[in-house]
């Protein structure tokens, strides 16, 4: 065998040994492929259909300011959470169980 078809041979051989090599370190480098996304396990919260309200999965009703008793602070509420819709912050109820306004509405009735 002619002495440039070794080398050829030998250049090929060496070739194919680094391709593995480079094929090799690129599987290291890369994570591992992800499964597709788990389906979420519980539903959305639900949304507030009221005006000025949103949803808190622990809120406490009794502890909700109105214009009645927005002023008073001896409000003695249990800590118990309690899921549904409640004013946003800057609104109080109207009145018990009733519609969201402006804290500032209560306040200019009252005078």
Known sequence: ????DRLSLLLI???V???NIVIAIAD???PPAMDAPAEPTSAPPPVCSAQHERYDDCGNPCA?????NLRRIDLH???Q???GCYCKIGYVRKVAGGACIPIISCLLSSL
């Open 1 to 4: 065998m002619p002495r440039y």
């Open 13 to 15: 051989l060496l070739s």
């Open 17 to 19: 040994g680094l391709v």
């Open 28 to 30: 290291v480098d890369q």
């Open 64 to 68: 909700e300011k109105t214009c009645e």
């Open 77 to 79: 509420c249990s800590k």
């Open 81 to 83: 959470c309690t899921a």
